[in-house]
């Protein structure tokens, strides 16, 4: 499972070299819970734009995929390595969304609309997040469906490839 935060929070980057490990859980576990992990992560974004005479010549963008290890959990005794790599795809997912959201503003010319369309780009990207989350979990059966897992492992792992261009450093 997965839910996103704001950046002001304590976060890790996504790093390609660095997977979670259970101690990057250190949120508090719900009483009541169907779950046996819950990775917290999200999409950061921010944006500067330069002006010269009223108008708009330049833009720089940041983007970045978060972890957040106050708000993600597991259960002891009911979480294992498998599921570990259930949450640590739901973070992959996140960094799919960043690699294609970058790809996106890489696409982007310079005009009047330029912040308009780079927060449309980032709302579109949220949103496209979450759904593909969500269809994850409800495919996979929160990684009890092994043929499902495996599929998605491979998915993300391609498209993750197709957008290596812009991967997180």
Do not use: C
């Not at 997965?2 to 990057?24: H, Y």
């Not at 696409?107 to 989350?133: C, G, P």
């Not at 897992?149 to 993750?160: A, G, H, P, R, T």
Request: proline share 2%.
């Amino acid at each position: 499972m997965l839910i996103g935060f704001p950046e002001q929070e304590v976060t890790m980057s996504w790093n390609r070299d660095k997977k979670l490990a259970w101690d990057d859980f250190q949120g508090e576990v719900p009483s009541e819970t169907d779950e046996a992990a819950l990775t917290a992560s999200g999409i950061t974004f921010s944006f500067a734009l330069q002006q010269s005479n009223d108008r708009f010549v330049s833009f720089e963008s940041t983007v970045d995929a978060h972890f957040y290890p106050k708000k993600s959990w597991y259960i002891t005794g009911r979480a294992d390595a498998h599921i570990l790599s259930h949450e640590q795809l739901h973070f992959d997912i996140t960094e799919l969304h960043v690699r294609r959201l970058r790809h996106k503003i890489s696409k982007l010319n310079v005009s009047q609309n330029i912040r308009e369309e780079l927060r449309s780009l980032h709302e579109v990207a949220n949103k496209e997040l979450a759904e593909m989350q969500q269809l994850y979990d409800s495919q996979s059966d929160h990684s009890i469906n092994h043929d499902q897992q495996s599929f998605w492992n491979k998915k993300v792992e391609n498209d993750l490839k197709t957008y290596e261009a812009f991967a997180s450093k």
